[in-house]
């Protein structure tokens, strides 16, 4: 079966820093992979996501991450921190068909001014 | 385009009461929908999910129930609430058995007290 593991519950950056979130993923097959953001109150958005195509992949927001199958992450990454970066962000991960997402716990990102 | 529509958006309820949320997907037909909770600090839990008409998976034992009464509705439902069903319960769908991501609904919001 597959899993996700975010490491860090809670990211605290600053201003204009660069933002890393973290994921592993557990699969016995090529998996998809998916990043979300969750503002307060609010359903999920779709960040980006990978589908066995470039293993670089850029999202909406200016985030992009990077597929490394030898270490099994798929971690997020943005250069520049906004204030409106701050926000829940969940990995999920995908085998085919009707199996449904299984995501991670979620990093909860903070950026200070 | 496809829409997904999820409410109420907030529900204050006692202890012992029914539940019923609602959630109904637009612009796409025989979609895979889905309902997750999410407790403070947990994550998502995929509660049940749903690849046809009066077809549900339910994935953890609980006090809830779902159903789909319609090719593009799906009802979560419960006879008598209990205090740790309270939580953000969010709704989702994706096109049938293609892999891919989902699409989320806006979150209904149950306190139980």
């Known amino acids: 079966a597959q899993s996700v593991t975010q490491l860090g519950s809670h990211v605290s950056v600053s201003e204009g820093a660069l933002v890393l979130l973290r994921c592993n993923y557990s699969?016995?097959?090529?998996?998809?992979l998916f990043w979300y953001v969750q503002y307060p109150n609010q359903g999920l958005q779709l960040l980006l996501k990978?589908?066995?195509?470039?293993?670089l992949v850029k999202g909406i927001n200016g985030f992009e991450a990077e597929f490394k199958k030898s270490e099994t992450s798929f971690h997020l990454t943005k250069p520049s921190a906004h204030m409106s970066d701050a926000a829940e962000y969940f990995c999920?991960?995908?085998?085919?068909?009707?199996?449904?997402?299984?995501f991670g716990k979620g990093t909860r990102l903070s950026v200070i001014a | 385009s496809q829409t997904i529509h999820q409410w109420p958006a907030t529900l204050v309820q006692p202890v012992g009461s029914p539940l019923s949320l609602e959630c109904t997907v637009e612009?796409?037909?025989?979609?895979?929908l889905y309902w997750y909770r999410q407790a403070a600090g947990r994550g998502l839990q995929l509660l049940f999910y749903?690849?046809?008409?009066?077809?549900i998976s339910s994935e953890v034992p609980q006090n809830l129930s779902a159903s789909r009464p319609q090719d593009r509705q799906f009802i979560l439902s419960s006879k008598k609430l209990l205090l740790s069903d309270s939580g953000f319960y969010l709704c989702?769908?994706?096109?049938?058995?293609?892999?891919?991501?989902?699409?989320f609904g806006e979150g209904s919001r149950l306190t139980v007290l």
């Open positions: 990978y589908t066995s195509a470039a293993t």
């Open positions: 699969s016995s097959v090529p998996p998809y």
């Open positions: 612009g796409t037909s025989n979609p895979n």
């Open positions: 749903s690849v046809g008409i009066g077809q």
């Open positions: 989702a769908w994706k096109p049938g058995a293609v892999t891919g991501e989902l699409f």
């Open positions: 999920a991960v995908s085998l085919t068909g009707n199996t449904p997402l299984v």
